[in-house]
Each structure stands twice: as structure tokens, then as C-alpha cells.
């Protein structure tokens, strides 16, 4: 195997992770900044009152986006698999 096929398998297994832990990360954040705001307006700053919307939201997410994320992670293993007689 040569060093930049490694580098390739690297940057492709970042990008797939990268893309699978988008919804959760950004449904955390969306909701995150909703509650930050709901805060700054009504001068509470409790932090237990953003954790619960942000833990559902993200189990939400993830929930809705599982089919999708399951597809990406078979295409990825399937052709990871598939390549390892063309690397050697």
C-alpha cells in the first residue's frame, strides 16, 4: 500500500464520519442556540433547562436520520471491503 492510498482511506473514513454526525451535531446546536436565546430573553440561566430540548432533539435526529446514516455506513464498509485485493 502505498502512503497516499492510507491518506485517501483516512480522508474518505473522516468525510463519512464527518457526514454521519452531522444531524445529531447539528440538531444539538440548532436547539442549543433556540434555548441560548430563549435564556438571554427571560434572564434564565439555568443549565439544566437547555439539556433535556437538546438531548431529545438529538435522539430525535438521529432516530429520523438512521435510515441514511445505516446506508452510508454499508456503502462505505462494502466498498472498503471490496478494494482490499486492489491496495495490496
Known sequence: MHPQ???DLGREALMVATLIAAPVLVA???????????????QV????????PKLVAMVV???L?????????IEYS????EN???TM
Open 65 to 73: 436520520s438512521l435510515p441514511w446514516v445505516l446506508t452510508r455506513l
Open 78 to 81: 462494502r466498498e472498503l471491503i
Open 84 to 86: 482490499i485485493p486492489n
Open 61 to 63: 435526529a438521529l432516530g
Open 45 to 52: 440561566q439555568e443549565q439544566t433547562v437547555a439539556f433535556v
Open 5 to 7: 492510498d492510507a491518506i
Open 28 to 42: 444539538g446546536m440548532l436547539v442549543g442556540l433556540v434555548i441560548g436565546l430563549l435564556q438571554a430573553l427571560t
